[in-house]
Every structure is written in C-alpha cells, then in structure tokens.
C-alpha cells in the first residue's frame, strides 16, 4: 500500500498571504489529522476529519481551516499568513477509530516571510 | 490542563548499549499513550500504543512500560543502532476529546 502523501512538500509565502496544503491518506482510511509542528512548540494538534466531517478540533485561530472530500483526500488551509504560522504541517491517516495507529506523512514546510 | 513532559531532553550513547526515556503525563480522562519515533526530516512513525490495561509492549527492540497509577511512560532500547539516532515523543490522547497532548521528544543520538 501506498503510505500517506503530502503536497507540496515545500511552499514559501510572504505574511498576508493564503496557502492550501493536500494530503491523501492510506488508501482506505477515512480519518484525517492536520498537525503543526515547530522547534518551539513542538508538535501540536490541528483538527480531524472523518467522513468528510470534522470530528476534532484543536486550539488554533479560525485562520486555520481544513475539509476532507468524498475519497477521504484532505485539504488544509490557512489564511492571511502570519510569520509565526512557519512549520512543517504533517498529516496522518487511520481507518477510523480513535484507538488506531496513525500513519504520518512527509510533512509540507512552510516559510512565510 | 493535559500535560506531558519528557525526559531527558536529549541523551547521547554510544552504539550497543541500552537507554530508557521516561515520560510523565496528567492527560484526563486516559485513553492511551502513544510512542513515536521521528527522524530528522521526515513524519513521526508509531512504535507502541498501550492502553489502561497494558504494562508493557515490545516492538523489536523497543519495549514501552505504562504505570497507570502514577501516570508514568518509559520507553526502553535494546542494543542501540546507529538508526535509532532521531527524536522519540510520547503522545496522550484525552479519552474524552481525543486532542492528542504532545511531549516535547528526547532527541537521541547514538555514536559508533
């Protein structure tokens, strides 16, 4: 099986600006999970998607948005970009349930200057 | 709040030998706690997950212990390779919300 794929794997952007991010899951994984990670904060949960709806939430700004289509591929998308918001975005699949392993991507880095 | 804090911070040893990574979370309600392994540059990559009941788990040469009761993780490798050079963090899912708390990692390092 082919594992979890992110695109693109790299994006510059300057401050003011909006990005969308894609992921595709494992196939027949129908859950999605977007996370940030910086050296500073570490690691850090986005939101989860499931179905097509968002089952999870994490404590960021409503700049950070994301929606999951019928085939179970994922977007995020964050606007007016801050240069805070600078990170590598990962996301991960899992069939389903809460208690499944999850399976990362490679990550998409993101500069915004 | 949910908390989960990692120690050491980073740890260096040379090759062959043992190490244990400790972690200390206060995550409510519990559902499990996870073990990731992430190499420089690429997506974290799952090692255990162990729940309430479980006390320990294996993978390879990886063995994760879980005491409930006083809310502590370790994560204990074998024979340590050169490959095993990379960042381990412990996860801890609320079982109520599922927003996964992250610890901080324990950078490795392991020398020939």
């Known amino acids: 099986k082919a594992g979890v794929t992110q695109t693109p794997r790299y994006l510059i952007k300057t401050r003011g600006q909006q990005v969308t991010l894609s992921c595709s899951p494992i196939?027949?994984?129908?859950?999605v999970s977007w996370y940030q990670q910086t050296p500073g904060q570490g690691l850090q949960f986005l939101f989860e998607y499931f179905s097509e709806t968002q089952r999870n939430k994490g404590n960021f700004p409503g700049r950070f948005s994301g929606r999951q289509f019928s085939n179970s591929r994922s977007e995020m998308n964050v606007s007016t970009l801050e240069l805070g918001d600078s990170a590598l975005y990962l996301c991960?699949?899992?069939?389903?349930?809460?208690?499944?392993?999850?399976?990362f991507g490679p990550g998409t880095r993101l500069t915004v200057l | 709040k949910n908390q989960v804090e990692q120690s050491p911070q980073s740890l260096i040893i040379l090759e062959g030998k043992n190490c244990t990574l400790q972690c200390n979370y206060t995550v409510s309600p519990f559902s499990n706690l996870r073990w990731y392994k992430q190499d420089t540059g690429r997506g974290p990559v799952s090692l255990t997950i162990m729940t309430f009941s479980e006390n320990t788990k294996s993978n390879g040469r990886y063995t994760a212990t879980l005491d409930a009761d006083t809310k502590q993780s370790s994560l204990h490798i074998t024979a340590s390779q050169l490959s095993d050079s990379a960042s381990y963090i412990c996860v801890a899912p609320s079982g109520g919300s599922y927003i996964p708390t992250f610890g901080r990692g324990t950078s490795l390092i392991v020398h020939p």
């Open positions: 196939s027949g994984h129908r859950s």
């Open positions: 991960a699949s899992s069939p389903g349930t809460t208690s499944d392993t999850q399976y």
